[in-house]
């Protein structure tokens, strides 16, 4: 049951959203935490990054230091007892390396606020305060100044906390950044989406008003984070004061419908504020076309994880609440020790990132670990068909942790498999700053983790920025190409005890697609064609007619083809065959080569057609038993034979295409 609030109409353009909040225990209906937002018209402009001059600038302006970004200790909610959740350490090794080059360099801004979008051919980054178009052999292609690039629309000259997302389902590219001026009293949220999946070229952009009156104070929008689905855009940031101490006031929705902006029209945003005490919430990308929801999740105790769903975002928002226990630890502290008695700043407890995707809810965030570690941790959740009906469970949770190793401020995501990609930051006494990568497939023991992959090192020993801020985020998103290359982005120490920013990638599991390498015929008489016509299935035939047998049970014509497995643990293994008959009544078998038992396997059987037809088969079992030792082969048989006891000789197989699919770790 939900409960809806009153509907005020705030302006004639749109009405007031409607809000709703449960409990995990029992669907309890409170908002008297929830004020009621307004609608807020955009200012629009557009920019064409081809015509800024010079494409990629090296000049670096003073900037002041980013705002503070209040940390605030979480407490522990009463929530009753869970069930034990149970750290498991997983013996394999951590994810493989794909690439690697440099990112944005030091741009005189503290923090870097490094994070990253991949699209088809682009890779885009953002740190404070600059916008880069990379290509994914790491050319870069751009590097725009904040300031230049929504010149068209800011109020101001002080820009920060950058955030990108690539929009699979409208392959378009969304930036957002602040901008702030406390002596005038102004915040604005500045959105800008490209015109296509290319990002050089023309954005639209927008100024959204991100100054709110909460309990009779003017607040300034920090922190701001990004989510998308089909229907629209949703940022949440928190609300400071400006003046004194800047206390937390709360924080807000801004929900943008996407059809507008896709074309560069005026747009309407609808904001609602939370003054329930939660904050750095983090929206989640809804990469699932069909889905109507974008979840938000927020701390404010070590126990406790708040949801929200936001629904109706091309018409009328509806917002609901939902507080669910969690497993945890102990709060993280605000500090980490790295070299030369420095530290690195944490940033806290709060959640990094978020990632919804086949109806599971991905977080991550930093805990304590001892007395006064930092330990990444990570947690999966099963939606469900929240917000319209049910609950939200946690399914599995784990730290990326060690005894004397900072781990901390970990970005996540998931890839087509349910593979899991964390990148982070490891510090110590005698580590200044690492970049790490950690993952798991699916199927390996709930709450595991893989041990940790270094892939980027400073070059300095002496961080010297100002409070030692560090992060405040990074990024890692998932390859759109083959739906499991993970891409993340974060910082290090460089040789002069400054920031600079690398971008990397890396697999949990990797899928390779392989044609036969070796093959003939060893039964039949080759008609056309060569070993190389099968590599695709463009209708070029290697193909032969039936030969002579000394059994009436052994096929007359049989293909046979090797090939060579990448390394690493097996984890699927698949063939496909493409081919035709120049007659009906003859069936086709596909077997695989067990190395173990030295037999062949029986992987699947179809009748042959007249006209290409498409035949998949899998391997069961131990599947490295289809691998050979050390050398790696894999063999196939393909066989066909008649089915019925009408003679059909002489007739012709024409085999277009085998391919061999194989994924590892």
Known sequence: MRLRSSIFAFFVLAACPLLAQGNSSEHAEKTSHLKQGSTRIAASGYVDTRLIFPQISSSIQQRPIQPENPTRRLGIKDVGSLPKIDQVDLDVSGPREEAKFPGIDMTNAFPADPD???????????????????TKAGFKQADIDGLTF?????????????????????????????????????????????????????????????????????NWLDYPSLGYNKDGYVIAGNEFGFQGNQPFRGFVF??????????????????????????????????????????????AFTNQTRFYGIRGIAGTPVVSILDVAATSGPASPNTALS?????????????????????????????????SIVASRWAEYSTGNWPVSGTITELQAGNIASATINQFMPAINVNKWGDVGLIFTQCNSSITSNLAVVGRISTDPAN???????????????????QGRWGDYFGVDVDPIDDETFWG??????????????????????????????????????????????????????????GLVLFASEPPAQLQVGATAPSGTVLSLDLTVVAKTNTIGLTQRVQLWNWVTGTWVNAGQQLSTTSNSIQSVSATGTLSDYVEAGTRNMLARIQWFQSGLILLWPWTASADQVQWTIRTR
Not at 285 to 294: G, H, L, M, Q, S
Not at 349 to 369: E, K, P
Not at 448 to 466: H, Q
């Open 116 to 134: 990253i979008a991949v699209g088809p051919a682009h890779i885009v980054q953002v740190v404070n305060t600059r916008i880069a178009f990379f």
């Open 150 to 218: 929504f010149a068209p629309v800011r109020q101001t000259t002080f820009v920060f906390d950058p955030k990108v997302n690539y929009d699979r389902i409208a392959q378009r590219w969304v930036v957002i950044m602040d901008e702030q001026d406390s002596g005038s009293s102004i915040s604005n949220l500045l959105f800008a989406v490209s015109d296509d999946s290319d990002p050089n070229g023309v954005w639209f952009l927008y100024r959204i008003p991100a100054a709110f009156t909460i309990n009779g104070f003017l």
């Open 254 to 299: 801004l929900i943008v419908p996407k059809a507008p902006v896709l074309t560069g029209s005026p747009v309407t945003v609808t904001s609602i504020v939370d003054t329930s005490g939660f904050g750095s919430t983090q929206v989640a990308e809804t990469v699932d076309p069909t889905k109507d929801t974008v979840f938000a999740a927020s701390r």
């Open 339 to 371: 070299t030369s008695n420095k530290v690195l700043a944490t940033v806290g407890s709060r959640i990094f990132t978020a990632i919804w995707r086949n109806g599971r809810m991905y977080l991550s965030y930093n805990v304590g670990q001892g007395t």
């Open 448 to 466: 595991s983790i893989s041990s940790p992959t270094v892939l980027a090192t400073a070059t300095g020993n002496s961080y010297l920025a100002p």
């Open 489 to 546: 982005t974060g910082m290090v120490v460089r040789a002069d005890n400054l920031w600079t920013t690398h971008i990397l990638s890396w697999s949990v599991s990797k899928t390779a697609n392989l044609a036969p390498a070796t093959g003939s015929w060893v039964r039949g008489v080759v008609k056309s064609g060569t070993l190389a016509d099968l590599a695709a299935n463009d209708f070029s035939y290697f193909a032969a007619s039936a």
